[in-house]
C-alpha cells in the first residue's frame, strides 16, 4: 500500500470516528432531526474538505519519496550521477540532501575502484614491459657463451659486464617496486628525527657526484643562513632527492647548473625547490609525472629515463612526512627548464 493511500485511510478512519461520535452528541442534545441533519452535514462536508486539503498535502510527500526511490534503483543498477529533488517538508529536504551526499560519496569512491582497477592494469603491463627487455638481453648473451660463439676474452668480458648490467637494472626495478608497494601498503613506519636541512642536501649531491662530473653540471645553492632542522627520515628523504636530482641530471644539458633553494614557509615547513635548464615540459605532462611508470617520452627505455617509479616513490615519501610536492614548468617549445619542489616538516 502506498503511503499516500495509508495517510488518507487513517485520516479518513479518524473522521468517520469524529462524525460518528458528534452524531452522538447531536442526538443526546435533545436537538431536532431537521437540527440533526443541518449540523451532520456541515460537519460532512468540513470533513470532505479537510480530506480534500490532506490529499494535496500529502502530494510533496509522495513525490520526493518517489524520487528517492527512483534515485536507489539508479544506483543498485551503477548510475551515481543523479540528484534527488529537495521538496517537500524540511525533513523530507533533509534527507533529500543527505542522501545526494551519499552518492556523491559513493560515486567518488566508485571512480577511485575504476580508476585503481586501470591503474592496476597498467602496471602489470608496464612491469611486463620493462621486466622483459632486461631478460630478454640477458638470455641473448647467455645463449651466446653457452654457445662458445664468442672466442676473444675481451668480447667475452664485454658480454659479461652487460649481463652485469642487466641483472642490475631487473634488481633496480624490483626493489622500487617493492618499496613502492611498501608505502602503499602502510608498511613503512613513520619514525622522524631532527636533521639539518644541508647536511641532506650534501649527502645526496655527494652520492651523485660522479653523474654531476660526467655532465659537467654545476650546482647553485641557495640556502638562508638560519634555517631551522627538519624531522625527517634521513634516509628516505635523501631518496626522494636523489630521484629529484637525477631526472635533473638527465634532462640538464651539458656544461648546465642546476640550482637548488631552500626557504622556511609561513607554515612550520620547509621547501626545497630543484631548477633544471632542460626542455622543459607540457603541462600535460606536469600534471601526470608523478604518476606510477609515467613517461613524458614514451619512446625512453630504462636505460635513458628509467622506469618511471622514481618521482611516485618520492611522491608516497613526502605525503608520509606530511609534505607535499609538485612540479612546474614552461612548456618543451621555451627550454626553460622545470623546477621540482616539496616541504619537510620543521622539527618542533
Known amino acids: 500500500m502506498k503511503l499516500r493511500v495509508y495517510l488518507l485511510i487513517a485520516s479518513g478512519v479518524s473522521t468517520g470516528i469524529i462524525l460518528l461520535t458528534l452524531f452522538i452528541c447531536y442526538i443526546y442534545m435533545l436537538l431536532k432531526w431537521k437540527d440533526v441533519i443541518l449540523l451532520s452535514a456541515v460537519t460532512v462536508g468540513a470533513a470532505g474538505v479537510s480530506m480534500l486539503i490532506h ?27 543523479g540528484q534527488v529533488p529537495q521538496i517537500g517538508p524540511i525533513e523530507f529536504q533533509r534527507l533529500a540532501g543527505q542522501f545526494n551526499h551519499m552518492t556523491g560519496k559513493l560515486n567518488e569512491s566508485f571512480q ?21 627487455t632486461p631478460m630478454a638481453s640477458i638470455q641473448a648473451f647467455v645463449e651466446a657463451l653457452q654457445d662458445d660463439v664468442i672466442q676473444d676474452k675481451a668480447t667475452f668480458a664485454r658480454y ?29 613506519e613513520f619514525v622522524p628525527e631532527r636533521y639539518n636541512v644541508d ?53 640538464s644539458p651539458v656544461g648546465g647548473t642546476i640550482s637548488i633553494q631552500a626557504k622556511q614557509l609561513s607554515a612550520p615547513y620547509v621547501q626545497l625547490n630543484i631548477q633544471d635548464e632542460g626542455q622543459g615540459m607540457e603541462e600535460a605532462d606536469s600534471k601526470k609525472i608523478f604518476d606510477r611508470f609515467y613517461r613524458a617520452d614514451p619512446s625512453r627505455t630504462r636505460t635513458s629515463g628509467g622506469a618511471g617509479l622514481g618521482l611516485a616513490i618520492a611522491k608516497s615519501i613526502v605525503e608520509l612526512h606530511g609534505g607535499t610536492i609538485g612540479v612546474e614548468s614552461q612548456t618543451a617549445i621555451d627550454n626553460r627548464g622545470s623546477r621540482f619542489w616539496f616541504t619537510l616538516p620543521i622539527d618542533q
Open 160 to 188: 659479461l659486464q652487460t649481463i652485469r648490467l642487466e641483472t642490475g637494472r631487473l634488481d633496480g626495478l624490483i626493489q622500487e617496486l617493492f618499496k613502492l608497494s611498501q608505502l602503499d601498503a602502510g608498511g613503512t
Open 199 to 251: 647536511h641532506l642536501l650534501l649527502d645526496s649531491l655527494q652520492s651523485l657526484a660522479f653523474q654531476l662530473e660526467e655532465k659537467q653540471l654545476q650546482i647553485d645553492i641557495d640556502l638562508p643562513e638560519r634555517l631551522p632542522p627538519v624531522a625527517i627520515m634521513p634516509q628516505e628523504m635523501k631518496r626522494v632527492l636523489s630521484n629529484i636530482l637525477d631526472n635533473a641530471i638527465r634532462h
Open 112 to 132: 577511485k575502484l575504476r580508476s585503481a582497477e586501470v591503474s592496476r592494469r597498467e602496471l602489470v603491463a608496464n612491469v611486463s614491459h620493462d621486466l622483459r
Open 55 to 81: 490529499y494535496y498535502m500529502t502530494r510533496p510527500l509522495e513525490k520526493a519519496i518517489h524520487a528517492i526511490t527512483q534515485e536507489t534503483t539508479q544506483i543498485s543498477e551503477g548510475h551515481f550521477e
